[in-house]
């Protein structure tokens, strides 16, 4: 391992920037968020650099850098385009004892800046150890697309009530892990993703109840996620995510294989698929079955071609749902009739030629 990954908090320390341009702007937007100090050395500086650094509380210093422009800063950024500057810098901040990066000089480094995912307070870093900041900036974009964009809001909810979970738990950290391991597992978390955080302070304090009783309290949870026209890069975060904490897949005929098989590994999967006076299941025992395995405690993901709501008979089965008070959650998917248009380049509606859509089908309940 060539590097130490930490994290550093910069937040009100005197932070310093040797470099007035877009690059040094670049690295300035980062320190600002973490809520450094930025105090800029450049001969000439980035207006919005400027602007930033002054909101933050630190100085300008309009000139060439200079050895002493080190003292009394924690953490030193050299973002110039002349070599021998950059050099000295580095030079200068080691025989400090300082850190120090040096852009797109991995060698004067002895600290480097990762590929970032920021979801405060979760932070995820990846990092080539300079070797290739490519490389690090696609594994990114591909952790990027498994984590909710509002993933912070389920670690502040953690976090408002881990001293009280410890406290109740007696500190014990077996206890403590396991509780969060299986709230993290549970509808509760998915209620905090949704918005709903009513609905999921009532669930933690009744789950969390149900461990001090030592009942079971946690409840299955029916996913009607829509699986899109068959190309799996049509899928939405929500339902890749939903996909992979099923404990159980009820797919259809019009759900492509490679679909089916990002769902998670030891899933339980029952085929459900239904052709012209062909079904797997009738509708009713599909029905029955979403709730028999959702009482029973599962997570039950029922996968359909399309969107749920359009032809995908999403409306009987929720109806089913409520009536015998089993939580659930719907997806979007894209439903056949746009994708194939946008695949051929039609565009469904068009302000000179087409202001309505309609779709309809040949096969009624009872046709």
Request: proline residues 5%.
């Amino acid at each position: 391992m060539d590097y130490l990954p930490l994290c550093f908090k910069v937040k009100k320390r005197s932070c310093l920037i040797i470099g007035g341009g877009t690059i040094a702007y670049r690295k300035a937007v980062l320190l600002n968020k973490a809520g450094a100090t930025i105090n800029v050395v450049a001969p000439k500086i980035d207006p919005k650099l400027a602007d930033l650094a002054e909101q933050s509380g630190g100085v300008l210093t309009r000139r060439e850098y200079h050895s002493d422009d080190l003292q009394g800063h924690i953490f030193i950024i050299g973002a110039t385009d002349i070599e021998p500057v950059n050099q000295r810098v580095a030079h200068d901040a080691n025989a400090l004892g300082l850190l120090v990066n040096i852009v797109d000089s991995p060698d004067l480094c002895n600290v480097i800046f990762p590929a970032l995912i920021d979801r405060t307070p979760l932070l995820i870093s990846v990092s080539s150890s300079g070797a290739a900041p490519v490389l690090a900036r696609a594994i990114r974009s591909q952790i990027e697309s498994s984590v909710a964009a509002n993933i912070g809001e389920l670690g502040d909810f953690i976090a408002e009530r881990r001293s009280a979970v410890r406290v109740a738990l007696d500190n014990s950290e077996s206890r403590v892990r396991e509780f969060w391991e299986n709230m993290l597992d549970s509808e509760i978390s998915e209620r905090v993703l949704a918005g709903r955080n009513d609905e999921a302070d009532k669930l933690f304090n009744q789950y969390l109840k149900g461990v001090l009783d030592k009942s079971d309290v946690m409840k299955g949870e029916v996913y009607l996620v829509g699986a899109g026209p068959g190309d799996p890069d049509l899928l939405t975060f929500k339902a890749l995510r939903l996909m992979q904490r099923a404990d159980v897949v009820l797919y259809d005929r019009l759900v492509a294989p490679a679909i089916v098989d990002m769902t998670r590994r030891d899933a339980e999967r029952i085929y459900v698929g239904k052709a012209r006076s062909n079904h797997a299941l009738p509708q009713g025992e599909i029905n029955q079955l979403l709730i028999d395995l959702a009482k029973a405690g599962n997570k039950v993901v029922r996968l359909k071609g399309g969107d749920p709501f359009i032809f995908g008979r999403g409306g009987e089965e929720i109806t089913a749902l409520i009536e015998k008070k089993i939580p659930f959650q719907v997806v979007p998917g894209i439903t056949a009739a746009a994708g194939c248009a946008a695949y051929a380049g039609i565009p469904l509606t068009h302000r000179e030629l087409s202001q309505s859509v309609r779709f309809v089908t040949r096969h009624p309940k009872n046709g």
